[in-house]
């Protein structure tokens, strides 16, 4: 059986990138990761220690967690992240819209453990988007199927052209990567028309939104740091899906039946990104991920072509100019890399 194949108890280097993540430890969650982008590409199953001698990113943590799974079969270490009650905790908080590490923090070291004594708790001052987080908790934290996003992507997108025809609207993250989950949907929207877009988002049909404004400066630098945020506007928002109607003859017809009870619409989670045409490119290569990818690309550009890559923009550092780019394939070549499709960028 492959080594990256999950346990009934998770996949243990997840787990263990998690608990790091949750201790704020970024040095030793990206070591887990990496060493799991690594081992899920190999084109044969790991059985012994002798199989990883050679490979990248595989630090001594990382190898001790391989060792258990071969010898044992699972991974000693990483159930004991799952017993471990901070681990729960920051578990169940993170899992509501709008908690980060920081506020799962806070929480805990309140004494708060579960999220039912959060929700108990009346001195807690909880944001609009945690309070909405909560109202619609059972929704958002469900897996979003393919077909929900396909079904999101025409309400935005015929929603999106009402008010500006000439939009381009694109479904990034993991749906463009061809993956059939996930637990939101990214969209990148731009124009070649006007500046009218950024008007766009503040016409709804949401739920909840909370949106950002562009903080872009014109000519700006790319960051240099491979995790920073990038300045374009965006709404993060919860979005009412109506299913199908079912057939009535599928309905409970008991006198005891209550229709009132029947929901017949989901919420889901939907990130809107308005991005100016000349930066489309860079903002879709940014936003439809991996995560992982993306910085490695990123660390590829600083240190291999003494360039500074992000999702507004290239920089050659030695010519001292911003390379334009039309289209993904172009960001590649100015790269000296081979393009890459989208649904081979799950790292």
Not at 7 to 24: C, L, Q, S
Not at 193 to 204: A, I, N
Not at 270 to 286: K, S
């Amino acid at each position: 059986m492959p080594l990256w194949v999950k346990e009934e108890t998770g996949d243990a280097f997840e787990i263990m990138a998690e608990n790091y993540e949750f201790k704020e430890n970024e040095i030793f969650c990206l070591e887990f990761l990496r060493a799991a982008s690594v081992l899920k590409f190999l084109p044969f199953p790991v059985t012994r220690m002798k199989d990883i001698q050679g490979l990248p990113c595989m630090g001594d943590r990382v190898r001790d967690v391989i060792e258990e799974i071969i010898e044992e079969g699972e991974s000693f270490r990483a159930k004991e992240v799952l017993n471990d009650e901070r681990y729960k905790s920051f578990k169940q908080f993170t899992s509501v819209f709008g908690v980060g590490v920081k506020t799962a923090e806070k929480w805990y070291r309140m004494g708060l453990q579960t999220l039912e004594e959060v929700k108990a708790d009346k001195t807690l001052k909880l944001s609009k988007m945690q309070k909405a987080g909560f109202l619609y908790y059972e929704d958002l934290v469900s897996c979003v199927t393919k077909a929900e996003a396909d079904a999101v992507s025409l309400i935005v997108k015929n929603t999106v052209c009402t008010f500006l025809p000439d939009a381009l609207v694109t479904i990034t993250g993991g749906f463009r990567r061809g993956k059939k989950i996930g637990h939101d949907i990214d969209f990148l929207i731009t124009s070649p028309g006007p500046r009218e877009d950024y008007e766009l988002l503040h016409k709804g049909l949401l739920l909840y939104c909370d949106i950002i404004e562009s903080t872009f400066v014109k000519e700006q630098l790319p960051s240099r740091n491979v995790d920073a945020m990038d300045h374009f506007q965006k709404c993060f928002a919860i979005l009412k899906l109506y299913h199908p109607r079912a057939d009535n003859s599928s309905y409970n017809t008991s006198k005891n039946f209550d229709m009132a009870q029947v929901k017949d619409w989901k919420a889901i989670r939907v990130d809107l990104v308005i991005t100016p045409f000349e930066q489309y490119a860079y903002a879709l290569l940014g936003w439809t991920g991996s995560r992982q990818f993306g910085r490695d690309l990123r660390r590829y550009a600083t240190h291999e072509r003494k360039m500074i890559l992000d999702n507004h923009a290239l920089y050659d550092r030695k010519k001292r100019i911003f390379l334009k780019a039309g289209s993904e394939e172009e960001i590649f070549a100015h790269l000296g890399l081979d393009y890459v499709e989208p649904w081979e960028r799950n790292a």
